[in-house]
């Protein structure tokens, strides 16, 4: 995405004095808090004014941002703006893109309804549960609506009255001193907490949260083609809301364990398969195993160690882009180290008829010195 003028993001023009610049960057930084805002994109757009901010209120770096635009020498730094976003996740659509780190506006919404906290949390599967796909059961403490109160948080519904405080609203505005001068701004009723009502008898159960930490069992399916580091989003599975606000999203972050023998790179398999000398010179029908079973893999005759050989569509299928890899099998010559007499002796006969491939020994006779 092209980066938006500085200017612009303040909604200032070239001339605008420093107080100026201050002025524009305190509205909107009201307006586009993570922590308050109900815009769409509040996070990103407080993070360009945050960043046209740095750098127009900084002469320096306004002299240069005028000079040179974004591209400016000094211009590069500013990725330090760090809203978190969920790393090590790529590949599946409801993978999330942005989030900010672990922020959540739970506790300061007031009486409006709020939605329960994301969680996040790791499995780790095998290296064949990853190209198949699983079905995992996990075990996660989280809140859950009140069974009891069915998330009222009282005993009955007569039992809840408008706080007298914040007048049912759940916030209160408080005057702050800053770098700014004084600011107004609004908090939580911390006489209700920010819900906006006072219960007389609260839930027994819940105690008038209106919801009760647990240990749920969640079935997680898992695709097939899954990689290790990728992730898996299960919408409405993290924590329940409040005041029904809608749940929170569980984030699941895969770990697949290494095989014994294959490795993965995207949906290829590879393995190394030890062949012998006579195999390497003859020739020879060796078995290989794959994902899916043993294979019959034809070895020609003179094949060098390293040579690689693909088996094609014996790789890693994804169930989701329906793509799928191949196994590549990698054969390594193996020198015996236990000989028997019997085979000391033939080797011995053999190595009088050596004779080495003429292209080769071309290329290092010249290296020997008469
Ligand atoms: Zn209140
Ligand atoms: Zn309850």
Do not use: W
Request: positive net charge.
């Amino acid at each position: 995405m092209a980066k938006r003028d500085y200017y612009e993001v303040l909604g200032i023009s070239k001339t605008a004095t420093e107080e100026d610049i201050k002025k524009a960057y305190r509205n909107l930084a009201k307006k586009y808090h993570p922590d308050v805002s109900s815009e769409e994109n509040a996070a990103e757009k407080f993070k360009e004014v945050q960043e046209a901010y740095e750098v127009l209120s900084d002469p320096t770096k306004r002299e240069q941002y005028n000079q040179f635009g974004h591209d400016g020498p000094q211009m590069g730094g500013f990725d330090g703006f760090n809203f978190g976003g969920f790393g090590g996740f790529g590949g599946f659509e409801d993978i999330l893109s942005s989030m900010f780190g672990g922020r959540t506006r739970t506790s300061e919404n007031g009486k409006r309804p709020t939605r329960g906290n994301d969680l996040r949390t790791s499995l780790t599967i095998s290296f064949e549960e990853a190209a198949f796909g699983t079905e995992k059961e996990l075990s996660i403490n989280k809140y859950e609506s009140c069974t009891k109160c069915n998330g009222l948080g009282a005993e009955s519904k007569n039992d809840i009255s408008v706080c007298s405080r914040c007048h049912g609203r759940g916030r209160i505005v408080v005057e702050q001193n800053s770098i700014f001068g004084r600011i107004q701004t609004e908090t939580a009723c911390s006489t209700c907490g920010g819900t906006g009502e006072v219960i007389k008898n609260k839930c027994s159960l819940c105690g008038g949260d209106g919801r009760v930490k647990k240990v749920s069992k969640i079935k997680v399916r898992v695709p097939a083609g899954i990689d290790d580091g990728q992730g898996l989003k299960l919408s409405g599975y993290g924590e329940a809301g409040r005041k029904g606000g809608m749940n929170g999203d569980l984030y699941i972050n895969v770990n697949v364990r290494p095989h014994e023998i294959f490795q993965r790179d995207g949906l290829d398999i590879y393995m190394e398969m030890p062949i012998t000398f006579s195999q390497a010179a003859l020739g020879a029908n060796i078995i290989i195993p794959t994902l899916t079973g043993n294979v019959n893999l034809k070895i020609p005759s003179g094949t060098q160690t390293g040579t690689k050989f693909k088996l094609t569509g014996k790789g890693i299928s994804n169930s989701r882009t329906l793509d799928t890899g191949h196994q590549y099998v990698i054969v390594s010559l193996v020198t015996p180290t236990k000989l028997s007499g019997e085979q000391k002796d033939l080797l011995k006969k053999l190595s009088k008829t050596d004779e080495m491939s003429e292209s080769i020994f071309s290329k290092i006779k010249k290296f020997f010195k008469n």
